[in-house]
């Protein structure tokens, strides 16, 4: 079971990449603005799991005051 969903995984990073670079070569996507708009999404992504962890921690530490 486990590798079919890393096949889709694998299938689904591809399908992604192979658009990205069709709008980069048929649509003349500038390369930086693509190199841009990763990291603009790669520092949202971090700053969603650091909010996500940070809030974990805080539910741990209140429900071990609890008690």
Do not use: H, N, Q
Request: net charge positive; hydrophobic share 65%.
């Amino acid at each position: 079971m486990a590798k079919k969903s890393r096949r889709s995984f694998i299938t689904s990073v591809l399908a992604c990449v192979a658009f990205v670079a069709a709008a980069v070569w048929s649509w003349d996507l500038p390369v930086e603005d693509v190199i841009s708009y990763l990291v603009l999404l790669l520092i949202f992504l971090l700053v969603i799991i650091v909010a996500a962890l940070g809030f974990g921690a805080l539910l741990s530490w209140l429900r071990r005051r609890r008690k």
